[in-house]
């Protein structure tokens, strides 16, 4: 199995900072290795956006969605799983 986490919300010691209250993981998940059988399919999205790195916060949706048929095809190739962690700060302070 293969892995891939993002995390949303890290304020590092600040637990209690109230514009983030929540800490989320996202974890892409594959059989496959996607480093190895995902290059060709990766390298197209970025000659597409003319980018060298893809990241979300920095393409937005609208770029996003001109590469969705190469995001779906990646993910017909690969068979991602996707599983959403969230931890509610203040309660894990606890």
Do not use: C, W
Not at 7 to 33: I, K
Not at 51 to 77: F, M, N, Q, Y
Request: glycine share 6%.
């Amino acid at each position: 199995m293969f892995f891939h986490v993002d995390e949303s919300g890290n304020t590092g010691n600040n637990l209690f900072d109230v514009a983030q209250p929540t800490l989320s993981y996202g974890l892409l998940s594959s059989r496959s290795n996607v480093d190895v059988l995902g290059v060709e399919i990766h390298s197209a999205m970025l000659a597409s956006l003319g980018v060298d790195t893809l990241h979300a916060a920095e393409l937005g949706v609208d770029r996003i969605e001109s590469i969705a048929p190469l995001l779906i095809a990646l993910h017909e190739k690969m068979a991602f799983n996707f599983d959403y962690y969230f931890i509610d700060k203040p309660t894990y302070a606890l």
